[in-house]
């Protein structure tokens, strides 16, 4: 009965305000160990106050090369940024 | 997939690195590429690994607690390091249990100046100094490589490099500064350690088969002998501070090129520690081994209670 340890993927809030980053990935049996193994392999120099980790098979990703149907429209989508709208230059902070 | 579609696809992956975009692990990418990736970046892991060894013996020997909290908490940190470069490697499709395989048998390198003896505690300061030393000039440059993990891994592992130069380098000032018999040793470390240290860089550049592929691909950022030639002239300075002498006769400043002409690195001793025959390189490969063989009843034990931790909290909710 030999089985590999599963992967995780890790993700840290450096302080509070901020969001999770991802940090990295590690091994580990289960949450436990994962979040243990996380503390002392990505913050071993106080770069965190807070850790998340998924286990990396719950992850589903896009594909990079489906990038131009997910993503391209949004390039045309010009009227979605404020500077689309011409207004005159005596109008400050808006 | 057809021949003309790939080579396009090719021609897209060339454009990128050309514009110095970097590739994420589910990109379209050359498998040349992805193999010689995998082979850099699991060689680096390994090396790391293998690096803890030659410290690890000097931990219980470090001559006071602030020495050895230092050495141990250096000797986590490559752990650390091996862990960062393996999870790299991972991404693009190799897994954990393969590297180490490719380790403990022998088809994967690791870093040759691990497979010299640590005798001495002036060997400590002078593997902080002068290994890692050697280490960060090689990392530096790849902390712009193409391969997006291996980059982030770099820029990680050189903010936390730096403390391990340091320490070995106080260790050295230290002994530098102490008895005729401490210096004595420190002199001796440097004979010892200094020519093994230029070879990290691997063989000079007409004579490495992997430096062209690698700095088109930018996988690699500077060649061997442009990070030699930079490792020397940052090292002989802080020679001059220490008060001891690289054992070089040769080495002298060249004024016309603004560096140090150095003399003929031995090339045989390199390849014969390449292929095995170093001093310790059995030694090094059996205490891994060891470890990974020992260890192998405490991880199937874990896995075994995680699955049945899990089991029993399927049968608590049903």
């Known amino acids: 009965m030999k089985k590999d340890w599963p992967l995780w993927e890790v993700f840290v809030r450096s302080k509070n305000g901020l969001e999770h980053r991802h940090f990295g990935s590690l091994h580990a049996t289960d949450a436990v160990m994962a979040l243990e193994n996380a503390r002392d392999v990505y913050t071993r120099r106080n770069e965190g106050v807070s850790i998340w980790v998924v286990e990396s098979k719950y992850i589903t990703a896009s594909n990079p090369s489906e990038n131009g149907e997910l993503f391209e429209p949004a390039k045309s989508k010009v009227y979605r940024h404020p500077t689309f709208y011409k207004l005159p230059d005596e109008l400050k902070h808006m | ?318």
């Open chain 2, 1 to 318: 997939m057809t021949e003309n579609e790939i080579k396009n696809l090719e021609e897209i992956f060339e454009a990128r690195i050309a514009r110095d975009e970097k590739i994420e692990p589910k990109d379209w990418m050359p498998e040349k590429y992805r193999k010689s990736n995998i082979r850099q970046i699991s060689q680096h892991a390994h090396s790391e690994v293998v690096g803890m060894l030659p410290e690890g013996n000097w931990i219980t020997r470090a001559p006071s607690l602030r020495r050895k909290v230092a050495l141990l908490a250096k000797v986590q940190d490559e752990a650390g390091h091996g862990l960062y470069l393996y999870s790299a490697a991972e991404t693009l499709g190799i897994s954990r249990e393969e590297m180490y395989e490719q380790l403990h048998s022998g088809k994967a390198k690791y870093s040759s100046i691990f497979n010299y003896p640590a005798v001495t505690w002036a060997d400590m300061g002078t593997i902080g100094w002068l290994v890692d030393g050697a280490a960060i000039i090689n990392q530096v440059a790849l902390c712009s490589t193409s391969f997006g993990p291996y980059a982030r891994a770099m820029v990680r592992i050189c903010k936390e490099e730096s403390f391990h130069q340091r320490q070995g380098y106080e260790i050295l000032l230290t002994l530098c500064r102490g008895t005729q018999e401490q210096k004595a040793m420190a002199q001796d470390a440097l004979n010892r350690w200094w020519w093994p240290s230029l070879m990290m860089f691997g063989p000079i550049d007409a004579e490495s088969p992997n430096t062209e592929q690698s700095m088109k691909w930018k996988l690699k950022r500077k060649t061997n002998d442009e990070l030699r030639q930079q490792f020397i002239d940052q090292t002989v300075p802080q020679a001059e501070i220490l008060g001891i002498t690289i054992p070089d006769p040769d080495l002298k400043w060249n004024e016309e090129k603004k560096q140090y002409d150095f003399g003929e690195i031995d090339w045989d001793e390199f390849w014969q520690v390449v292929k095995g025959h170093g001093p310790c390189n059995k030694e090094r490969m059996d205490a891994r081994v060891s470890a990974w063989e020992e260890g192998n009843w405490v991880r199937d034990a874990a896995m075994a209670y995680a699955e049945k931790q899990h089991d029993k909290k399927l049968k608590d909710v049903g």
